[in-house]
């Protein structure tokens, strides 16, 4: 049986790993590389995107008056 395996390039350092069962860090070519992008998520220099609305701006607003308030 021939195995078709891919490579990837590292979300860190762009090395090609392959995408296989035998790499338990995969997408990252190892645990280091995905310990600098744990920290990386951890300092906030990553970032989701996000847009407010105004549903965030009345509740923000709640909060502000009544920090006790519960929403739930």
Do not use: H, V
């Amino acid at each position: 049986m021939i195995e078709n395996t891919s490579f990837i390039a590292c979300p860190t350092c762009q090395i090609k790993s392959a995408w296989s069962n035998d790499n338990p860090d995969r997408p990252f070519c190892s645990a280091r590389c995905k310990l600098i992008d744990l920290g990386e998520w951890a300092s906030e220099s990553y970032a989701i995107p996000q847009q407010t609305s105004e549903e965030d701006e009345i509740f923000s607003e709640d909060l502000a008056a009544n920090p006790n308030k519960s929403f739930l």
